[in-house]
């Protein structure tokens, strides 16, 4: 059987579909189901993202905007996605990362609530913090480091509180670093540096932080399996490599591929942004195990990827 066969002729409403990882998501589901809409405010998503995703219904609006949200058309899932994902800008305005990922949670819980629709949280490694246990299980328990992992904390409780009070069926997805095409992240940071400079790299930062990362395309498999199964409900799962990068490995990483390594000088700023944790590295047994998964692209594989996409878009 085909993976999310199951979400054939279902509703599906994917909040933050216009970002990195939803237009990722709705491609897949645009391929499984002929109900799917997308529903964000592109204050950092692009229509282009949208555009992309033949069968979605697009809809423009905040997930603060509840009249909005709930006045859409029923759903029998919902992917909630939609949130400030910036860690740095989380601890210069807390209170607006706190209204998008709180409380905007609890506004899409409503939306669920009103439909009695299945949700799918986007949760985050920022709610372990600087973990002291390596490689990082579910069961470690919230210590955020920042406000971004706080509000991402709260969002996941009310969850929890939806699941136990109203009888939602909840799964909570804990991303570690997602990185692919269209993603804004460190990675295409660096080449962007080193298309301006290829003599020197600086990395923000000591360069010794470490990062779980994991391609998008193994996100979505397991987003789509989470979606579909009714046994996972309840469940948290970590979705990562499994694996730990620190970020000099990966600068140098990059600079071989590109055969830069005796050409480019890699410097570190030492301080880095409020917030920023130490090192991510997901125990992903429970994943693996119950939903049958194993991320299968590999941090090389998803580089040279990113460089191929860049050299045929200059
Ligand atoms: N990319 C990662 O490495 C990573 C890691 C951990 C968790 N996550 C989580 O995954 C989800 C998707 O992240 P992403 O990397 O695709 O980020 P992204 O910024 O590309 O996508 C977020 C989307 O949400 C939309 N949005 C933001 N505020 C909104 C609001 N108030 N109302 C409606 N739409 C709104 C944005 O326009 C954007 O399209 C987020 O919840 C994020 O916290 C991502």
């Known amino acids: 059987m085909i993976w999310g066969a199951e979400l054939k002729g279902k509703k599906v409403l994917v909040t933050g579909g216009a970002g ?45 905007d509840v009249k909005t949200l709930c006045g859409l058309p029923r759903s029998d899932l919902i992917y909630h996605l939609a949130a400030q994902v910036v860690v740095g800008y989380s601890m210069e305005n807390p209170l607006v990362d ?24 986007a949760s985050s490694a920022a709610v372990y913090g600087n973990p002291t246990v390596f490689p990082t299980p579910e069961s470690y328990g919230f210590h955020p480091f920042s406000c971004y992992g706080l509000s991402k904390v709260v ?43 290829p003599n020197k790299l600086e990395i923000i930062g000591t360069g010794k932080q470490c990062r779980d990362f994991v391609h998008v395309s193994d996100v979505v498999e397991a987003l789509v399996k989470v979606g ?49 944790v130490t090192k991510i590295w997901f125990d992903i047994t429970k994943a693996k195990k119950e939903l049958n998964w194993t991320p299968k692209v ?11 996409d860049r050299k045929i878009k200059k």
């Open 98 to 121: 706190f209204e998008t990922n709180a409380k905007g949670t609890l506004c899409v819980l409503e939306k669920a609530r009103k439909d009695d629709a299945k949700v799918v949280f």
């Open 298 to 308: 590999t941090l090389e594989e998803s580089i040279k990827e990113v460089i191929a």
């Open 155 to 197: 969002g996941e409780e009310y969850c929890q509180m939806y699941r136990e009070q109203y009888g939602l069926d909840i799964v909570i997805t804990r991303f570690a670093n997602v990185y692919g095409l269209r993603c804004h992240g460190v990675i295409h940071d660096f080449l962007d540096k080193l298309a301006k400079n």
């Open 20 to 64: 990195f990882i939803g237009y990722h998501l709705c491609s897949k589901l645009s391929q499984l189901t002929d109900d799917l809409t997308i529903y964000d405010n592109l204050s950092s998503g692009l229509m282009k993202n949208v555009k992309d995703v033949s069968i979605a219904k697009f809809v423009r609006g905040d997930i603060l």
């Open 228 to 276: 579909s199964e009714d046994y996972v409900n309840g469940q948290v799962y970590n979705l990562g490599l499994g694996k730990t990068t620190s970020i000099i490995d990966l600068s140098q990483l990059i600079l071989t591929i590109l055969n830069l390594q005796d050409k480019t000088v890699i410097t570190t700023t030492g301080v880095s942004w409020q917030g920023d």
